[in-house]
């Protein structure tokens, strides 16, 4: 089972989310929070494997819930689920830890895609979201990288620029998914960067990808 904290202030939409959510036979609601600060708190005291956070609500936003929540139980993916098309908004989460951003129109099938893609090391997000966030992240201006990483190194960085899943790596590598999260580990504490998703970003903004 595969646990899974849905984090929306609105009663109505937690319920549809969480029907859309349990049709999957693994996936599992088991924790509902209405702010960012029941989300902090619920990750207390319950362990979740996803946490599918709003960014409106009150008390706490939900970039506020996710900065805390990755800094305190990075093993748990956050996916953020919203109404607003924004790319401020998308850019903004990816950098405080989120490992996808999607719109609340996605389809059924789509949400759960991304759910798993987080899940395997993926990053998620719409496509209208991504024809506006990845040029932004493109940006800034090619930095030379200032660590040394071997060829090997380099191609998993590229990979993970590519949203690919440590499984897909790991088959185009001629790898085990052990040696693969090894690596991604290595190049994460070479880069000194807090994880994956930040190490994707690098990839993307040193012309990687």
Known sequence: MIRILLAEDQVLV???LKMM???DGELRVTGEAATGKEAVALCETSSFEVILMDVRMPEM???E???IIRSRWPRSKVLILTTFNDDEYAVDALKSGASGYMLKNAEPAELIRAIRS???GGMALSDDVAAKVIPRLLKPEQQQMQVSLTPRELSILRLVGEGRSN???AEELGLSIG???NHVSQIID???LRDRTQLAIYAIRHNLV
């Open 14 to 16: 937690r319920s549809g």
């Open 21 to 23: 959510i349990e049709t």
């Open 61 to 63: 936003n939900g970039l």
């Open 65 to 67: 819930a996710t900065r």
């Open 118 to 120: 987080c899940l395997s």
């Open 167 to 169: 499984r897909e790596m």
């Open 179 to 181: 040696t693969v999260k």
């Open 190 to 192: 070479k880069l000194e």
